[in-house]
């Protein structure tokens, strides 16, 4: 069985993470006004479509129309299943993620509830 990702967790990585610091380790961000904007990953012109909003960590791509939070950009940006984006931007940034679910040798089941091979 699959490890889980607690909830409180993801909400966790999700205040600490700063976007624009992540975002701008890959691209330029230029400052305007009380917001950033850099080329959107979306579109192929890349023209400055994308707006960070520090204050609360969300972005928004003009072009496209999506927009979301730290997790859900990387998961666009560079087509990443939610776990691993998730994964990715915790141990970029060195943040604990807390599991729940099987642990143990045997996946958190007692061994006599293991059913046993065929003779």
Same mark, same amino acid.
């Given at each position: 069985?699959?490890?889980?990702?607690k909830? @409180? @967790?993801?909400e966790?990585?999700k205040?600490v993470? @700063? #976007?624009?610091?992540?975002?701008s380790?890959?691209?330029q !961000?230029t400052?305007?006004?009380?917001?950033?904007? *850099?080329? @959107?990953p979306?579109?192929?012109?890349r $023209?400055?479509t #994308?707006? %960070?909003?520090p204050?609360v960590?969300?972005w928004r791509c003009? *072009?496209?129309?999506?927009h &979301?939070d730290?997790?859900?950009?990387?998961k666009l *940006?560079y087509r990443?299943?939610f %776990?691993v984006?998730?994964?990715?931007?915790?141990?970029?940034?060195?943040?604990r !993620?807390?599991?729940?679910g099987?642990? &143990? $040798?045997f996946g958190?089941f $007692?061994?006599?509830?293991?059913p046993?091979e065929a003779?």
């Open positions: 069985m699959k490890k889980i990702i909830k @409180s @967790s993801i966790a990585l205040q993470v @700063s #976007l624009t610091d992540l975002i380790e890959d691209t !961000l400052r305007v006004g009380d917001y950033y904007v *850099a080329p @959107s979306f579109v192929s012109t $023209p400055m #994308l707006c %960070i909003n204050d960590n969300r003009k *072009a496209t129309g999506k &979301g730290v997790i859900e950009y990387f *940006a990443l299943p %776990i984006a998730v994964e990715w931007i915790a141990k970029r940034c060195g943040f !993620l807390e599991y729940e099987p642990t &143990g $040798p958190g $007692p061994q006599a509830e293991l046993l003779a």
